[in-house]
């Protein structure tokens, strides 16, 4: 059972597209289609930014910039849990809904002090990531639908909290939390310093660690990793735990930034996540991914929205189809360029 | 059919299971209505009855679909922004008639079905990526061409929202001639046992020669068509389009009602009759919780707890 489990990924991964199947480049172009993959949204945002500074006067101004700083980092963090989820293959629709939980439990927490401000959000938040890890990993569920669930039940509990959305809890001026989101260090806001300390951390925790390995190994095959003695169902509990933790503590900073527990917050921030991580190089069948891609993921996506607030007369919906459009434009870059890649 | 053959051997855990795959669906929609029927006050009224069926109806039809896609190993997030963009359709082009709003709606649809199918069988993208390129492009464009809600006055689409035949309403009937027609060409068709086989094994399918990425391409077509006939009948029962709530978590309520009704998400097993029952499952159990005054809070619980108990109920079904 375990050697025909073995085979499908395989064979599914080399057999799907059914065009041209002799590898047609050297490993000069393989090199390049690699190099394309993990640092094309690099590019695209260097261009996009530089046509919007000599376009728009307001964009390139410090107010905008560390305005778009501060709001990108929120969904960088979430972004983080989610490049990490998506590398063992799975995918965390949960993170919106543990965000808005997240801020609201943190604004809760906060009349008791900040240290219960941040506990309570990442106990709870990582508690619910514990347990979608636990149904993917024990239970073998499908990520997709476990996850659904989670974020329906997180929504359900945030709900309940709030008194069906009637409370609203505010965090009180001049607190450490409330200093924590909205003040400033060198210029840039406190959110933006700790997005960037969380990215360094889990690159080096990707890269350079054995949990790391053990993350790609699990996309990358899951019973090639099985069968080489990584802990794959310990592996899988950890990022979707590491998912929980980071939407957690990315709402209860968002929280702080805003000042109150706002509870609509977060519909529809996995998908603009899995897009962030998507354009960021990042492949959605697991075993390969970037966490630096996630961030100009991330960037790419809030630069788009703020040229197209700039433009004063487009109406804020074309975001919508813009993003949309580049999204799916990436990925028939990326799948053009993964498949020459699976053929070598 | 496994059980008429199979000798009546003690009840063991795999048969257990079995039974509660196939029929654990219709067994909840049973015990809510019993439960319903002795706790409830005035559940046992026609009028109630039409309420439930009139509001399950839309997500019966969107679910049709998702069977479909689902049935191919895929999934479709799209359907919530495709009723988004058939109620601004529909809005706009009202005012040349009901039946050519109609056909553009139609026509937005099928396009929305060909880019997704496009993107899934001939660029090879996941189908959760392609199909989530046109939900946020899709509910973008909907709200593009008409920003805000819009009061509808047409006697035509009033008629088709609230019209009935001797009593059952036409929102109710269409639904089920759909759900027969998909069950239909998923049982008796070519068309349906090459879908069921590239959701089975799409190499395989592939090796056998089957027209893979036609199949492909017309499945999310006709998943885009539902979502688009539920988008216009949902219109037409609100008297208005509603660009930016309508269809909101449509995807989400869609995947779970096929999931819930057995379908795996593995694909190669299409179950049209408990994708009706899994929609009809959850709809009575929100009602149920809301007239009892529980809050939605619960509901969402509840709903969550039903999700994770069906699929781990049909774990480990489908492939091999």
Redesign the interface.
């Known amino acids: 059972?375990t050697v025909?489990?073995a085979d499908v990924p395989v064979?599914?991964a080399s057999?799907?597209?059914?065009g041209e199947t002799e590898p047609v480049g050297s490993a000069r172009s393989e090199r390049l289609s690699a190099l394309v993959q993990q640092h094309g949204a690099l590019a695209v945002l260097v261009i996009v930014s530089l046509v919007a500074s000599f376009s728009f006067d307001s964009f390139a101004t410090g107010d905008n910039v560390s305005n778009m700083a501060t709001s990108s980092a929120f969904l960088a963090i979430v972004a983080l849990g989610m490049t990490f989820v998506i590398i063992t293959g799975g995918?965390d629709l949960s993170v919106g809904s543990l965000f808005a939980l997240g801020g609201v439990l943190a604004a809760w927490g906060s009349r008791h002090g900040t240290l219960v401000a941040l506990l309570l959000p990442l106990l709870v938040c990582g508690l619910i990531g514990v347990v979608n890890g636990l149904?993917v990993a024990k239970?073998?569920?499908?990520p997709?639908?476990?996850t659904?669930?989670?974020?329906?039940?997180a929504?359900?509990?945030?709900?309940?909290i709030t008194d069906?959305g009637a409370d609203t809890f505010l965090i009180g001026k001049g607190s450490v939390l409330a200093e924590l989101g909205q003040g400033t260090t060198l210029g840039l806001g406190n959110p933006v310093w700790i997005t960037l300390a969380l990215f360094a951390a889990g690159a080096v925790v990707l890269r350079r660690t054995r949990f790391g390995q053990h993350v790609y190994a699990v996309g990358g095959n899951e019973d090639a990793a099985a069968l080489m003695g990584a802990p794959v169902a310990r592996t899988k509990i950890l990022v979707y735990t590491l998912s929980g933790l980071l939407a957690g503590l990315a709402g209860a900073l968002n929280a702080a930034w805003l000042a109150s527990g706002v509870t609509i917050l977060g519909n529809g921030m996995e998908?603009e996540a899995?897009?962030a991580v998507?354009i960021g190089g990042t492949l959605?069948?697991g075993g390969l991914g970037y966490v630096s891609g996630s961030l100009v993921g991330v960037l790419l996506l809030k630069v788009i929205q703020n040229v197209i607030n700039q433009i004063g007369s487009l109406?804020s919906?074309?975001?919508?189809?813009?993003?949309?459009?580049f999204?799916?434009v990436v990925?028939?870059a990326q799948?053009?360029l993964g498949?020459r890649r699976q053929l070598m | 059919m496994a059980e008429a053959t199979l000798p009546t051997a003690p009840l063991d855990r795999a048969r257990v299971l079995q039974w509660l795959q196939t029929y654990g669906v219709y067994a909840g929609v049973a015990a809510l209505l019993v439960v319903n029927i002795v706790i409830t006050p005035h559940f046992l009224s026609a009028e109630n009855f039409r309420t439930q069926a009139v509001q399950v109806a839309p997500v019966i039809i969107v679910a049709l679909g998702m069977a479909l896609v689902i049935g191919t190993e895929g999934?479709d997030?799209s359907v919530g922004a495709v009723m988004a963009l058939a109620a601004s359709v529909t809005a706009l082009y009202l005012g040349y008639g009901l039946l050519p709003a109609l056909l553009v709606v139609a026509l937005f649809a099928a396009a929305v079905g060909l880019?997704n199918g496009a993107?899934v069988a001939l660029?090879?993208?996941?189908p959760?990526?392609?199909t989530?390129?046109?939900?946020?492009?899709?509910?973008?464009?909907a709200?593009?061409l008409l920003?805000q809600l819009k009061d509808l006055r047409n006697p035509s689409l009033a008629s088709l929202g609230s019209g009935d035949i001797a009593g059952i309403p036409y929102l109710i009937l269409i639904a089920a001639v759909l759900a027969l027609l998909v069950a239909f060409v998923v049982r008796r068709t070519t068309f349906g046992r090459q879908l069921l086989a590239i959701g089975d094994s799409?190499?395989a399918a592939?090796l056998a020669g089957l027209p893979?990425r036609r199949v492909l391409i017309l499945v999310y077509i006709a998943s885009a068509l539902l979502a688009a006939v539920a988008g216009v009948l949902a219109t037409a029962r609100l008297q208005a389009s509603d660009p930016t709530s309508l269809g909101n978590l449509m995807e989400?309520s869609a995947?779970?009602a096929v999931?819930v009704g057995g379908t795996p998400?593995t694909g190669g097993r299409v179950n049209i009759g408990g994708t009706v029952a899994g929609a009809v499952l959850i709809q009575l159990l929100t009602a149920t919780l809301i007239k009892h005054d529980l809050?939605?809070?619960?509901?969402?619980?509840a709903?969550?707890?039903v999700?994770?108990a069906a699929?781990?109920a049909a774990?480990?079904r489908g492939k091999?």
């Open positions: 059972m025909t489990k064979t599914t057999n799907e597209p059914a995918i149904l239970s073998r569920l499908a997709f639908i476990v659904l669930a989670a974020m329906l039940g929504r359900g509990l945030l709900l309940a069906e998908l899995i897009s998507v959605l069948t109406d919906s074309y975001q919508q189809v813009v993003s949309g459009a999204l799916a990925v028939i799948t053009w498949r | 999934v997030l880019a993107l660029v090879g993208v996941q959760i990526v392609a989530l390129a046109l939900m946020v492009g899709g509910r973008g464009l709200l593009v920003p799409r190499p592939q893979v989400l995947i779970t999931v998400l809050p939605p809070s619960w509901t969402q619980i709903q969550a707890i999700i994770v699929v781990y774990r480990g091999r």
